[in-house]
Nanobody, 121 residues
Framework: QVQLVESGGGLVQAGGSLRLSCAASGRTFSIYAMGWFRQAPGKERDFIASISWSDDSTYYVASVKGRFTISRDNAKNTVYLQMNNLKPEDTAVYYC??????????????WGQGTQVTVSS
């Protein structure tokens, strides 16, 4: 099993920045990639970014590309999501996820508990 714990959420004004962290523990050697999702009130949980555990290749959805950066610290088994130029529409609960093999991120193997990000206008 892999355990994921997010931190770093909070309240920020539009145009501001936040950095989310996701610390992985347990059988981290089984991780193929990690990603971030978000779920706004009344909406579905959406994938927004991922990073490969093997070669650090990254992927972003269009709505966050150029504003968010996903990265990882191998030694700490931690993935980060640097969020810049935040907008009110970025308000959501942000979830970290991990998968054991290549997939479309439709069903990650592991989830974190989520961290709230609120962007005020």
């Amino acid at each position: 099993q892999v355990q994921l714990v997010e931190s770093g959420g909070g309240l920020v004004q539009a145009g501001g920045s936040l950095r989310l962290s996701c610390a992985a523990s347990g059988r981290t050697f089984s991780i193929y990639a990690m990603g971030w999702f978000r779920q706004a009130p009344g909406k579905e949980r959406d994938f927004i970014a991922s990073i490969s555990w093997s070669d650090d290749s990254t992927y972003y959805v269009a709505s966050v590309k150029g504003r968010f950066t996903i990265s990882r610290d191998n030694a700490k088994n931690t993935v980060y999501l640097q969020m810049n130029n935040l907008k009110p529409e970025d308000t959501a609960v942000y979830y970290c996820a991990a998968q054991k093999r290549p997939s479309s991120w439709s069903s990650p193997n592991y989830w974190g508990q989520g961290t709230q990000v609120t962007v005020s206008s």
